[in-house]
């Protein structure tokens, strides 16, 4: 209750004129350590498989962008963040094009880990946009990073080139989301 409460009355500072919508509203240290949570999803994935799970999280993210160029105080940012959810979805597509099972092995990932889905959803529930914002553009670097990590250790020239690929699409979001904010 006491999120919504706090959620409730951001809206109510921003629809007043007393906030603005970009404006923080809790410093950066507040924000969840994506690096450590990623990580311990990450662990319960063989290594093999982790590009996968990277992916399906891609989709959750373009599923985030889309619903916030939705959003009324975003109408100025919407093609910005429409091309960021494209961005997400080719990441994923690329990715899971290096596997011939995909869609199986992530309904596996799913079932053993039906978790995984309000992990995603707590790291940004209750929070105003700028905090989701700087949330999502930490998630990009990181993910960039991860995709270079992962082509440095690939054999496969077709991966790595994939997983490069990769990192540039994910900086390219994390720089709107650093600009809007």
Same mark, same amino acid.
């Given at each position: 209750?006491?999120?919504?409460d706090?959620?409730?009355? !951001?809206?109510?500072?921003?629809?007043?004129? $007393?906030?603005?919508p &970009?404006?923080? $509203?809790?410093?950066e *240290?507040?924000?969840?350590?994506?690096? !450590?949570?990623?990580? *311990?999803?990450?662990?319960r994935?063989?290594?093999p498989h982790r590009?996968?799970l990277?992916?399906i999280?891609?989709?959750?993210?373009a599923e985030r962008?889309?619903?916030? =160029?939705?959003?009324p105080? &975003? *109408?100025?940012?919407?093609?910005?963040?429409?091309?960021c =959810?494209?961005?997400?979805?080719?990441?994923?597509a690329?990715?899971?094009?290096?596997?011939?099972?995909a869609?199986?092995?992530?309904?596996? &990932?799913?079932e053993?880990?039906?978790?995984? &889905?309000?992990?995603n959803r707590?790291?940004?529930a209750g929070?105003p946009?700028? %905090?989701?914002?700087?949330?999502q553009?930490? !998630?990009?670097?990181l !993910?960039?990073a $991860?995709?270079?990590?992962?082509a440095?250790?690939e %054999?496969?020239r077709?991966a790595?080139?994939?997983?490069?690929a990769?990192?540039?699409l994910?900086?390219a979001s =994390?720089?709107?989301?650093?600009?809007?904010?």
């Amino acid at each position: 209750m006491v999120l919504r409460d706090r959620r409730i009355a !951001g809206r109510l500072a921003v629809a007043s004129g $007393t906030r603005s919508p &970009m404006q923080p $509203t809790r410093p950066e *240290s507040s924000l969840p350590n994506l690096g !450590g949570i990623f990580a *311990s999803v990450l662990q319960r994935v063989a290594e093999p498989h982790r590009p996968l799970l990277i992916a399906i999280a891609e989709r959750l993210a373009a599923e985030r962008y889309r619903g916030w =160029a939705k959003e009324p105080t &975003m *109408s100025d940012h919407a093609p910005q963040l429409l091309a960021c =959810a494209r961005r997400e979805e080719e990441i994923a597509a690329r990715v899971e094009a290096l596997f011939p099972e995909a869609s199986a092995i992530q309904r596996e &990932m799913f079932e053993k880990n039906p978790d995984f &889905m309000e992990i995603n959803r707590s790291v940004f529930a209750g929070r105003p946009l700028p %905090e989701q914002f700087r949330i999502q553009a930490q !998630g990009e670097r990181l !993910g960039a990073a $991860t995709w270079r990590a992962l082509a440095r250790k690939e %054999e496969s020239r077709v991966a790595r080139e994939v997983f490069l690929a990769c990192a540039e699409l994910e900086q390219a979001s =994390a720089l709107v989301l650093e600009a809007i904010v």
